[in-house]
């Protein structure tokens, strides 16, 4: 059987169910949203340290083994319990005073059931069938909450967890019995697309830090978007040299195994991408789905110039790719220009890499593309406070205002560029970091990577002007979004499903992998 991965499932039901023994929680919702693949992931996750039982009264064994259990989870057939066949025939085999299963004897058989084993997590689904199933069986029955509340005093006696599956939007009163409450939902955007959220309404013990958990149904199993490290993302020092992803004559890989495929190919070549960046996301966020393209093109021996939004790190990009891509090709076809400085002036324009080899005229003085003018500095585009433009005091100088770039001087860089180096370049280009006639011509600049089989990937925050126009230029348009602790990428165009973002930063190289949300 397999070990259940607990990177994919909610770290704060995790420490519910696995913290004090006897909790009882209610999982509600609509018919589809999840209920029982939820139901079964807890007892999976659950099943290393306890005996597990799944009760159910609609649904016979067979028919769940096939629909809901396969070789990824540690739970089999054994762990099932139908109702209408007999529910003695377990495992654990419990020697039970009674012939058949009433509301009666239901707290005896699970007290019996717990006797017999380790530890038991039990899950009924769902719990209102159950109680009508059971309920017919004599006259006299005691209603619904009634038997929640016997059931809730034996679990936290005995230390017995029991997981109840209840249908609809409104499950009071039983949620004032049990000990948590959490409910999943699912909705669709503006395009059709799924967006599932698990809410968690009240875990008795623990602190609750993000009541929104996005989840994926993918595969038939329940999984939570993991959180997203982003400061993890950069490659360590120590890491082996990038393995470079081919090109084909159509299109320039993302550099990520998971994204080709979803943009038939990867970046179709003499295009540009508008790069979206959702709100409230870590301020180094953009570089999630541009550092991969950035690595590959070197590998690749083709240029790469970074123009990083304004709060970013350049020393980001410089540090990962030193570590991952061989020196010389770093060297000779990696540029960052950095424009954000803090004394009011242009900053120079870095190789990627900084030997003490380079030619004198790349380390001591900036290219005449990004040159120290006189030019006023460009408030027009100014964004939300804490989001746009920046202002640093200086208590010689005053305040100042870092200037942003220029087009006609970035095209000029290219061009020099472009003279030492044939074939296409990569522009990754925060556009809050260039003046507004920069904006004005998106159109000549994508005609521009038209030309010369060049990648242009555009970046936008919340509140950059001019998105509608970056959007009319864009061939490519993907949105990258918060989503609870997580990162959601898809595509506008071409539309894609919403993909989760795990980073896995065990390896020297941090993995990226995208999760289909559906």
């Known amino acids: 059987m397999a070990h259940p991965d607990p990177s994919r499932f909610p770290r704060a039901i995790r420490r519910f169910l696995a913290g004090d023994t006897g909790h009882t929680l209610l999982v509600h919702g609509e018919p589809g949203t999840g209920k029982t693949l939820f139901a079964l992931r807890c007892l999976d996750v659950l099943s290393t340290e306890n005996e597990v039982l799944y009760v159910s009264s609609r649904v016979n064994k067979a028919t769940i083994a096939e629909m809901y259990l396969d070789d990824r989870l540690s739970i089999d057939e054994t762990a099932i319990v139908d109702l209408s066949e007999d529910p003695f025939a377990l495992p654990i085999t419990p020697s039970v005073p009674f012939d058949k299963l009433t509301l009666d004897s239901l707290l005896e058989w699970i007290e019996s059931v717990h006797d017999a084993s380790a530890g038991l997590t039990i899950a009924f689904d769902s719990w209102g069938l159950i109680h009508q199933y059971l309920a017919s069986r004599h006259d006299g029955a005691p209603d619904l909450s009634t038997v929640t509340r016997k059931l809730a005093a034996l679990a936290r006696q005995t230390g017995v967890t029991v997981l109840l599956v209840s249908e609809g939007q409104n499950p009071a009163p039983l949620r004032y019995i049990v000990d948590g409450v959490v409910a999943p939902q699912v909705t669709e955007d503006d395009r059709g697309r799924a967006c599932r959220d698990l809410q968690m309404q009240k875990l008795r013990g623990i602190h609750i830090e993000n009541r929104r958990q996005p989840f994926t149904l993918v595969g038939g199993r ?20 990038w393995q470079m992803r081919p090109n084909s004559k159509r299109s320039f890989s993302t550099g990520l195994t998971d994204l080709d495929p979803v943009l038939r190919g990867g970046y179709d070549r003499g295009t540009v991408v508008h790069l979206e960046l959702g709100v409230d996301l870590p301020r180094d966020a953009w570089s999630v789905l541009t550092l991969p393209t950035i690595r590959n093109f070197l590998a690749n021996q083709m240029c790469a110039t970074v123009v990083p939004p304004r709060e ?13 891509v061989a020196d010389d090709r770093v060297q000779t076809h990696g540029q960052i220009i950095r424009t954000a400085t803090g004394d ?21 003085r900036p290219p005449q593309s990004v040159s120290a003018t006189s030019t006023p500095p460009d408030r027009s585009d100014a964004g939300p406070a804490g989001y746009g433009d ?3 005091t200086d208590s010689h100088a005053g305040v100042c205002s870092p200037q942003k770039l220029a087009y006609d001087e970035y095209i000029g860089y ?19 970091n260039v003046q507004q006639e920069f904006k004005r011509q998106l159109g000549a600049f994508a005609n521009y990577a038209a030309l010369h089989n060049d990648l242009v990937v555009l970046i936008t925050k919340p509140g950059e002007t001019l998105r509608d126009r970056t959007d009319r230029v864009a061939d490519t348009h993907i949105k990258l979004e ?34 289909e949300m559906v």
């Not at 290219?414 to 809050?432: C, F, K, M, N, Y």
């Open 344 to 364: 009011g002036r242009v900053g120079r324009s870095d190789s990627m890499v900084s030997t003490g080899d380079e030619p004198p005229q790349r380390r001591d």
């Open 482 to 515: 918060r989503a609870g602790t997580g990162l959601i990428m898809y595509g506008e165009n071409p539309l894609t499903p919403r993909l989760g973002i795990e980073i896995d930063s065990t390896p020297a190289i941090p993995q990226l992998t995208l999760l």
């Open 222 to 241: 329940f999984q939570a978007l993991p959180q997203a490290e982003v400061q993890s993302l950069s490659a360590s020092p120590d890491a082996e040299t």
């Open 414 to 432: 290219a061009e020099r560029l472009r003279d030492r180096h044939e074939g296409p370049q990569l522009h990754v280009i925060g556009l809050d």
């Open 390 to 392: 920046q202002t640093d």
């Open 312 to 324: 970013a790190s350049p020393g980001l990009v410089k540090n990962d790719v030193t570590a991952v």
